[in-house]
């Protein structure tokens, strides 16, 4: 712990506050220009994505550290400028603006709200900025953002749904029925899943829709049809606590479906609170293993000590402070991806910013590493969207213990935009 | 194009001010607790307390005590001046430094330390803003340097400037866009700084007391307190009572001064309210996927004015009615002084969240201002950490300890409307005064306990 803390000392003092200029250590001496490369970060620090945007800052200090402890970028140093969004689309528009024209970075990246990246990303190119988004949603490679939007960092949404339908239709049941905020987050889950269900063979036979602002739910549990084999469910919000110890009530003693959740609804949250016994067995997506598996690779391990996570998924620090694990990957990878970009596009400076797009929608994926702790990945210059694998967890004794990895081959649907195609 | 995966969000955790702290937990766990039986016997206990306060006078808090008197003198000036170097110092923090709310110490020093920090411990030591100002010295100074002895007639409006500074203030704080921004806090608070410090040079130091809304905020807030420190012919009295007690011995509020506590009264449940999913659905905001301040500043705008005017008219309201049903006049300067342990007790309970969150950030920040490793507090270096919110022990002790702060709070002001109007009265004039304290109590509860999405 000790460790780790003095760790975080030394990487803040490199990162010098307000972008105040670094010292440059005699490594970075022998690039053309020493000058930094400054990256700028939209933080969702305050506002609804603010317990998110604590752990991606933290990942990505821990990142910059590492990076520049290697050499930096094309033998320059590199800096983050952080700045907050207040997860709001006007504001995140704003902060593009700001990052770009007045501090001048080369490129953004970091968010993660898809309202916010869809609010933004017009702007990114429109000053013809790249705009690496850590989002998972299908906002990029469904086509709707434009050619300077990438997600190279982390899956989407619809990938995902997609890929675990074969797993849960051959090892919990055919028969599904979907519990789901009804809103355009848990329609995304309803259509992606309730399609990849049925190409399997597999059959819903039962939706359960909630109102967002609902906050009890005993009275929709009846609606979950008795010849369920499955129950999905995506609930999120502060009622989910309340959600789980309801679905528990209802089925008391007696036998209860199979169920599979997303871990989106307890990112952050300690699975051994009192009142989540009864996910005892149950299963999880995971973008990324929150309790340390007995495989992992020293990559795996390396990327947990340099955020400071223990093998349960917290803090170093307080082993109740439970991280956004499953997606703060995404930091990290993403920062990996900038410098291999960079590096391949000879980067010097903004003008090379469309060499930077182009070198990286030249990419096609990248294996198990120091820079993608996560895993193998593919990337699809087309849609600037990466594939990787994908874990389902269950758990046992309250931690996520990995019973199924997805071949990223699962995950794959039918392109919806060819970006390259499309004029800078 | 649908949104999806980046909503994901479990964890609302908001951690400035306006962004809805005091209840915004990851899934809540007080949302799991018993809150209807939390309810009925908080409304329960102030109810009692109001009909066995009416009868009873043994239930009556005695006088506070002198504890030591001395001479007034300029005195403490030197604070003020410290103060204003360290304003300087922010103000450049704000301009130039990290552009990182959390990190930048103009941010966490304004929103954590004098908005809830310095009242709460106010609230036990009494008022510290009145030496702590970075008014008070340099207006001193420069009136002594120019010569310029006079007034211009500010003092007649009386606290009017500070209502109009309060109003400006909670606009600012819960609906403009970017209160936190480190740049935005620095135009703000250097521009009000400049128009209070010529209107302070022109009318005078004393002005200030009256005349700017945080030195008002805080001499109210602080009235709870059990120490107290006020001027009497020449002296200064440092004095001790119950908590409440130094109500008892302050004058009755003017009318602008009754529009001061209505409207922090207003502001601080608005505040509350305007996080909830209540609220959320009242507007059409989904409450699990908030667009964001840009979007509901108009209709917040209008919410903030309807809560101010909702609270004038309740309390008035109840004012008449008790006149009307026991043909009774219950004055309103007098009165209205209860209601000013409510505001202290709301204040500290809605803000114990964001004191124990955003308050990390402040000490990380003053240990470690440049972020070079420095530790100037003395603290290892630690990561900010949250884990406590997910704590059922540590969240049920917090949510029992603001429950016995809104419920005492609220005991108290029945007690106190009771006992400070002068002479005596029937109970059926302070009868819908009593019932609207017993709803504004359940009203405060239920704010702290309902599930919040902004």
């Given at each position: 712990m000790?460790?780790?803390?003095i760790?975080r000392?030394?990487?803040l003092a490199?990162?010098?506050?307000?972008g105040?200029?670094?010292?440059?250590?005699?490594?970075?001496?022998?690039?053309?220009?020493?000058?930094?490369?400054?990256?700028?970060?939209?933080?969702?620090?305050?506002?609804i994505?603010?317990?998110y945007?604590r752990?991606y800052?933290?990942?990505?200090?821990?990142?910059?550290?590492?990076l520049?402890?290697?050499?930096?970028?094309?033998g320059?140093p590199?800096e983050?400028?952080?700045?907050?969004?207040?997860?709001?689309p006007?504001?995140?528009?704003?902060?593009?603006?700001k990052?770009a024209?007045?501090?001048?970075c080369?490129?953004?990246?970091?968010?993660?709200f898809?309202?916010?990246v869809i609010?933004?990303?017009?702007?990114?190119?429109?000053?013809?900025i790249?705009?690496?988004?850590c989002?998972?949603?299908?906002?990029?490679?469904?086509?709707a953002?434009?050619?300077?939007?990438?997600?190279?960092g982390?899956?989407d949404?619809?990938?995902?749904?997609?890929?675990?339908?074969?797993f849960?239709?051959?090892n919990?049941?055919?028969?599904v029925?979907?519990?789901?905020?009804?809103y355009?987050?848990?329609?995304?889950?309803?259509?992606?899943?309730?399609?990849?269900v049925?190409?399997?063979?597999g059959?819903?036979?039962?939706?359960?829709?909630?109102?967002?602002s609902e906050?009890?739910?005993?009275r929709?549990?009846?609606?979950i049809?008795?010849?369920?084999?499955?129950?999905y469910?995506?609930?999120i919000?502060?009622?989910?606590?309340?959600?789980?110890k309801e679905?528990?009530?209802?089925?008391?003693?007696?036998a209860r479906?199979?169920i599979?959740g997303?871990?989106?609804?307890l990112?952050?949250?300690?699975?051994n609170?009192p009142?989540?016994e009864?996910l005892?067995?149950?299963?999880?997506?995971?973008?990324?293993?929150?309790?340390l598996?007995?495989?992992a690779?020293?990559?795996?391990?390396?990327y947990?000590?340099?955020v400071?996570?223990d093998?349960?998924?917290?803090?170093v620090s307080?082993?109740?402070?439970?991280?956004?694990?499953?997606h703060?990957?995404?930091?990290?990878?993403?920062?990996?991806?900038?410098?291999?970009?960079m590096?391949?596009?000879?980067?010097?400076?903004?003008?090379?910013?469309?060499?930077?797009?182009?070198?990286v929608e030249a990419m096609?994926?990248?294996?198990?590493?120091?820079d993608h702790?996560?895993?193998?990945?593919?990337?699809?210059g087309r849609?600037?969207?990466?594939?990787?694998e994908?874990?389902i967890?269950?758990?046992?004794g309250?931690?996520?213990?990995?019973?199924?990895?997805?071949?990223?081959?699962?995950s794959?649907?039918?392109?919806?935009?060819?970006?390259?195609?499309?004029?800078? | 194009m649908?949104?999806?995966?980046g909503?994901l969000?479990?964890a609302a955790?908001?951690i400035?001010?306006?962004?809805a702290?005091?209840?915004?937990?990851?899934p809540?766990?007080?949302?799991?607790?018993?809150?209807s039986?939390y309810?009925?016997?908080a409304?329960?206990?102030?109810?009692?307390?109001?009909?066995?306060?009416?009868?009873?006078?043994?239930?009556?808090?005695?006088?506070?005590m002198?504890?030591?008197?001395?001479?007034a003198?300029?005195?403490?000036?030197?604070?003020?001046?410290?103060?204003?170097l360290?304003?300087?110092?922010?103000?450049?923090?704000?301009y130039?430094?990290?552009?990182?709310?959390?990190?930048?110490?103009?941010?966490?020093?304004?929103?954590?330390?004098?908005?809830?920090?310095?009242p709460?411990?106010?609230?036990?030591?009494?008022d510290?803003?009145?030496?702590l100002n970075?008014?008070?010295?340099?207006?001193r100074?420069?009136?002594?340097?120019?010569?310029?002895?006079g007034?211009?007639?500010?003092s007649?409006?009386?606290?009017?400037?500070?209502?109009?500074?309060?109003a400006?203030f909670?606009?600012?704080q819960?609906?403009s866009?970017?209160?936190e921004?480190?740049?935005?806090l620095?135009?703000?608070a250097?521009?009000?700084?400049?128009?209070?410090?010529?209107?302070?040079?022109?009318?005078?130091e004393?002005?200030?007391?009256e005349?700017?809304?945080?030195?008002?905020?805080?001499?109210?807030?602080?009235?709870?307190a059990p120490?107290?420190l006020?001027?009497?012919?020449?002296?200064r009295?440092?004095?001790?009572?119950?908590?409440?007690?130094h109500?008892?011995?302050?004058?009755?509020?003017s009318?602008?001064t009754?529009?001061?506590v209505?409207?922090?009264?207003?502001a601080?449940s608005?505040?509350g309210l305007?996080?909830?999913?209540?609220?959320l659905?009242?507007?059409g905001?989904?409450?699990?996927?908030?667009?964001g301040?840009?979007a509901v500043?108009?209709?917040?705008?209008?919410?903030?004015?309807g809560?101010?005017?909702?609270t004038a008219?309740?309390?008035?309201g109840?004012?008449?009615l008790?006149?009307?049903?026991s043909?009774?006049v219950?004055?309103a300067?007098?009165?209205?002084?209860?209601?000013?342990?409510?505001?202290?007790?709301?204040?500290?309970?809605?803000?114990?969240m964001?004191?124990?969150t955003?308050?990390q950030?402040?000490?990380?920040?003053l240990n470690?201002?440049?972020?070079q490793?420095?530790?100037?507090?003395?603290?290892e270096?630690f990561?900010?950490s949250?884990?406590?919110l997910?704590d059922?022990?540590?969240?049920?002790?917090?949510?029992?300890?603001?429950?016995?702060?809104?419920?005492?709070?609220h005991a108290?002001?029945?007690?106190?409307?009771?006992?400070?109007?002068?002479?005596?009265?029937s109970?059926l004039?302070?009868?819908?005064?009593?019932?609207l304290?017993v709803?504004y109590?359940i009203?405060?509860?239920?704010?702290?306990?309902?599930?919040?999405?902004?």
């Amino acid at each position: 712990m000790s460790q780790s803390v003095i760790h975080r000392r030394s990487l803040l003092a490199g990162l010098a506050a307000g972008g105040a200029a670094l010292a440059l250590p005699a490594r970075f001496a022998s690039a053309q220009s020493a000058a930094p490369i400054k990256l700028g970060f939209q933080l969702h620090r305050t506002g609804i994505g603010a317990a998110y945007g604590r752990w991606y800052e933290r990942t990505a200090q821990a990142a910059l550290k590492r990076l520049n402890d290697a050499g930096g970028i094309n033998g320059r140093p590199v800096e983050i400028l952080f700045e907050d969004d207040g997860t709001d689309p006007k504001r995140g528009s704003e902060v593009v603006e700001k990052l770009a024209t007045q501090a001048k970075c080369d490129l953004i990246f970091g968010p993660l709200f898809s309202h916010v990246v869809i609010g933004s990303a017009p702007r990114a190119g429109e000053l013809k900025i790249p705009y690496l988004v850590c989002s998972e949603g299908f906002h990029v490679a469904s086509g709707a953002l434009n050619r300077w939007a990438m997600q190279p960092g982390i899956s989407d949404v619809r990938a995902q749904c997609t890929s675990v339908a074969p797993f849960v239709t051959q090892n919990l049941g055919k028969k599904v029925t979907l519990i789901f905020p009804d809103y355009a987050f848990g329609h995304d889950h309803r259509d992606y899943f309730s399609a990849a269900v049925k190409a399997q063979g597999g059959e819903v036979v039962g939706m359960v829709a909630i109102p967002p602002s609902e906050t009890s739910f005993t009275r929709y549990f009846p609606r979950i049809p008795r010849e369920t084999e499955v129950i999905y469910h995506v609930m999120i919000g502060p009622a989910v606590l309340t959600f789980v110890k309801e679905l528990g009530q209802f089925y008391g003693k007696r036998a209860r479906p199979e169920i599979f959740g997303f871990i989106d609804s307890l990112e952050a949250v300690d699975l051994n609170s009192p009142g989540l016994e009864f996910l005892e067995g149950t299963h999880f997506w995971e973008g990324h293993c929150r309790n340390l598996q007995a495989d992992a690779t020293e990559h795996e391990k390396a990327y947990r000590a340099a955020v400071g996570v223990d093998d349960n998924g917290a803090s170093v620090s307080d082993a109740r402070d439970v991280s956004t694990y499953g997606h703060m990957f995404s930091v990290w990878e993403t920062l990996s991806v900038i410098r291999q970009g960079m590096e391949a596009a000879g980067y010097q400076g903004v003008a090379d910013r469309q060499k930077f797009v182009e070198a990286v929608e030249a990419m096609t994926g990248w294996e198990e590493s120091a820079d993608h702790p996560q895993g193998r990945k593919v990337f699809n210059g087309r849609t600037h969207q990466v594939f990787a694998e994908q874990a389902i967890s269950r758990v046992e004794g309250g931690k996520l213990i990995r019973v199924h990895k997805t071949a990223i081959e699962d995950s794959f649907y039918p392109d919806a935009v060819d970006y390259t195609t499309q004029s800078f | 194009m649908q949104r999806s995966g980046g909503t994901l969000l479990t964890a609302a955790l908001a951690i400035l001010p306006g962004l809805a702290l005091a209840c915004a937990l990851p899934p809540s766990i007080v949302m799991t607790l018993p809150i209807s039986h939390y309810l009925a016997g908080a409304a329960l206990t102030v109810a009692l307390t109001a009909l066995m306060a009416g009868g009873a006078a043994w239930l009556r808090l005695p006088a506070p005590m002198a504890l030591a008197r001395w001479p007034a003198g300029s005195g403490a000036d030197w604070l003020s001046y410290l103060s204003f170097l360290i304003f300087l110092a922010l103000l450049l923090t704000g301009y130039a430094g990290p552009r990182d709310p959390m990190h930048n110490l103009l941010t966490l020093v304004f929103w954590a330390g004098i908005w809830v920090a310095l009242p709460l411990l106010s609230l036990l030591t009494g008022d510290l803003w009145g030496a702590l100002n970075p008014w008070r010295g340099p207006v001193r100074m420069l009136r002594l340097l120019t010569g310029w002895q006079g007034r211009i007639g500010l003092s007649r409006l009386g606290a009017w400037p500070a209502v109009a500074g309060l109003a400006g203030f909670s606009w600012f704080q819960i609906v403009s866009l970017a209160p936190e921004d480190p740049l935005i806090l620095a135009q703000a608070a250097g521009a009000y700084w400049l128009v209070i410090f010529v209107a302070a040079c022109l009318e005078g130091e004393d002005w200030l007391r009256e005349g700017e809304f945080l030195h008002l905020t805080f001499a109210m807030i602080a009235r709870l307190a059990p120490l107290h420190l006020s001027t009497e012919g020449g002296q200064r009295v440092l004095s001790l009572g119950w908590p409440g007690a130094h109500i008892l011995t302050a004058p009755p509020l003017s009318r602008a001064t009754q529009v001061f506590v209505l409207l922090l009264l207003a502001a601080l449940s608005f505040d509350g309210l305007q996080a909830t999913f209540f609220w959320l659905g009242l507007i059409g905001e989904n409450p699990l996927e908030f667009t964001g301040r840009s979007a509901v500043q108009g209709v917040n705008t209008l919410g903030l004015i309807g809560s101010f005017a909702l609270t004038a008219a309740l309390i008035y309201g109840a004012l008449a009615l008790g006149r009307c049903l026991s043909g009774e006049v219950l004055p309103a300067g007098p009165v209205m002084l209860s209601f000013l342990a409510i505001a202290a007790g709301y204040h500290g309970a809605h803000y114990l969240m964001m004191l124990l969150t955003a308050g990390q950030y402040l000490l990380l920040a003053l240990n470690d201002p440049l972020l070079q490793g420095d530790a100037f507090l003395g603290l290892e270096p630690f990561w900010v950490s949250m884990g406590f919110l997910t704590d059922r022990s540590v969240m049920t002790a917090i949510w029992n300890l603001q429950f016995a702060l809104i419920v005492g709070v609220h005991a108290l002001a029945v007690m106190l409307a009771l006992q400070i109007t002068p002479g005596r009265r029937s109970g059926l004039a302070h009868l819908p005064l009593s019932v609207l304290m017993v709803g504004y109590t359940i009203f405060g509860l239920w704010l702290l306990s309902s599930p919040t999405g902004v």
